[in-house]
């Protein structure tokens, strides 16, 4: 089992910044990936960011130069700064495990937290 819980969220305007926390739990194995992944109504979901346990990161091509993943192995948290927030980024974030090293692919992810919702108004 792993076990993951989010913080962080709200809302803001376009253009400003929130940042995203998660504190992971369980059986985590070292070669592991960890990720945010969001959804927004009516849209598929999305890998926005992952890291695994050898440092390998991937961000959507959507996030690129606005969000940063960092990785506290020791701590086992995952943070998402989100900086120039835009509309089109409002979407329930979630943090989400996977066995292996770091995928894009949101159907390899096994274990969810409950999601925090992101909202940006124009």
């Known amino acids: 089992q792993v076990h993951l819980a989010e913080s962080g969220g709200g809302s803001v305007q376009s253009g400003g910044s929130l940042r995203l926390s998660c504190a992971a739990s369980?059986?985590?194995?070292?070669?592991?990936?960890l990720g945010w992944i969001r959804q927004a109504p009516g849209k598929e979901r999305e890998v926005v960011a992952a890291?695994?346990?050898?440092?390998?990161?991937r961000y959507a091509d959507s996030v690129k130069e606005r969000f940063t993943l960092s990785h506290d192995k020791v701590e086992r948290t995952l943070s998402l700064q989100m900086s120039s927030l835009k509309p089109e980024d409002t979407a329930k974030y979630y943090c989400?495990?996977?066995?292996?090293?770091?995928?894009?692919?949101?159907?390899?992810?096994?274990?969810w937290g409950q999601g925090t919702q992101v909202t940006v108004s124009s």
């Open positions: 989400a495990h996977a066995m292996g090293p770091v995928t894009t692919r949101h159907v390899d992810y096994g274990y």
């Open positions: 890291v695994d346990n050898d440092g390998q990161m």
């Open positions: 369980g059986n985590i194995d070292s070669i592991d990936c």
